[in-house]
């Protein structure tokens, strides 16, 4: 299959227009082309999944009703651990009352980091962005990253005040220099982005590389993706394909399709169709268009996997519905009995539907 365009195209374009990132006729022998799918999968304001802003480890339980009970004591007998357990287990107005009195007589950062929490989503007490700005930004005063990334966040989303984006990315330089992931990710893309300052693509390798060394599955992807190009450090196929299976396996659905496409090309990796399509199986089940598109030609060649044609139209009208389109799959399709092609579309329509839905 013919390329449509590098991976760092995307990176580039979506950093440009402010996010924090987001096919082609068969050949023979029968090859998967590079995919421009967008790259990091956040935007630019809102943390990765797994590296969001928070003051406790874990993500606090469901809020319980009304009528409140007291948490447990916690098991360390500290009053700052009796306010993230209590906020832990979804005690809100418990964590809020311990917070305050710790704020009140211990000045504790973490504690000013867990009201601007509470506030700012609305946790046992009505959502107030302004006081939650206030309370991240006394403790980012203080020194608190976690504090630092949210207040970052609420400038670039204008929340508590009016949006500032130069004072975000100062609040996510300093967030990163004290080991912040998500910052230093978020760092790493304004740097690809060129507008607040230079471009420069090795400075966002570093940051990327810190933040992919310490697990984030965005920062390895987007890493991967300045090898493949060979931005900021050496054109190097083996590391990115190296990041890309970090990331993949870490269910990041970009990188599960970039991989298997690495996969199934033998590019800077062992060749293994099998193993190709069970990833883009994966991604494509999580909505990827390109990644359904890729799956699709692997079906109707019968490469990874048992050819299907059935499932090919299938996933080649998901595919095309969700923006793209694949000609030599349209004549494979046409060069089907008719009741291999109805059974295909029916076997699509509920897809098609749900996109249909989405966009109106």
């Known amino acids: 299959m013919s390329a449509r365009g590098p991976a ?15 096919s082609a006729a068969a050949q023979t022998p029968v090859q998967l082309a590079p995919s421009s799918a967008k790259p990091p999968s956040q935007i630019l304001g809102q943390a990765p999944a797994k590296s969001a802003a928070k003051p406790a480890a874990s993500k606090p339980a469901a809020k319980p009703g009304p009528a409140e009970a007291a948490p447990p004591p916690a098991v360390s007998g500290r009053e700052a651990d009796l306010a993230f357990g209590a906020f832990q287990r979804g ?16 000045n504790d950062i973490k504690a000013m980091t867990l009201l601007g929490e509470i506030y700012a989503n609305g946790f046992g007490v009505a959502r107030d962005d302004t006081k939650a700005a206030d309370w991240y930004k006394l403790a980012a005063d203080r020194g608190d990253r976690e504090a630092m990334f949210a207040l970052a966040m609420f400038r670039v989303a204008g929340r508590g005040g009016a949006a500032n984006r130069e004072e975000a990315t100062k609040l996510l330089a300093n967030a990163a220099k004290l080991g912040h992931v998500a910052a230093a990710y978020d760092l790493g893309l304004l740097y690809l982005e060129g507008q607040l300052f230079p471009q420069d693509f090795s400075r966002a390798a570093e940051l990327f590389r810190g933040a992919a060394q310490a697990g984030s599955p965005e920062a390895q992807y987007a ?12 054109n190097d196929a083996v590391q990115a394909a190296r ?97 291999v092609q109805s059974a295909g579309e029916k076997a699509a329509q509920p897809w098609l539907e749900a996109i249909k839905l989405s966009r109106s």
């Not at 195209?9 to 979506?14: G, H, K, Q, R, V």
């Open 8 to 22: 760092m195209a995307a990176l580039l374009a979506t950093a440009a227009a402010g996010g924090l990132l987001a």
């Open 91 to 106: 005690y809100y107005l418990s964590a809020l009352s311990i917070a305050t009195r710790r704020v009140e007589e211990k």
């Open 223 to 234: 890493l991967a993706t300045l090898y493949k190009d060979g931005r900021g450090v050496p």
């Open 243 to 339: 990041l890309l299976a970090s990331a993949a396996l870490a269910d990041n659905t970009d990188a599960q399709l970039e991989f298997g496409i690495a996969l199934f090309n033998g590019t800077g990796v062992a060749k293994d169709e099998a193993a190709a399509a069970v990833l883009l199986r994966k991604a494509a089940r999580k909505g990827n268009p390109v990644a359904q598109n890729r799956l699709a030609n692997l079906l109707a060649n019968g490469k990874g996997l048992p050819a299907d044609p059935v499932q090919a139209i299938k996933w080649h009208l998901i595919a095309k519905a969700g923006g793209d389109g694949d000609v030599a799959l349209d004549e494979f399709m046409r060069g089907q009995k008719p009741e």
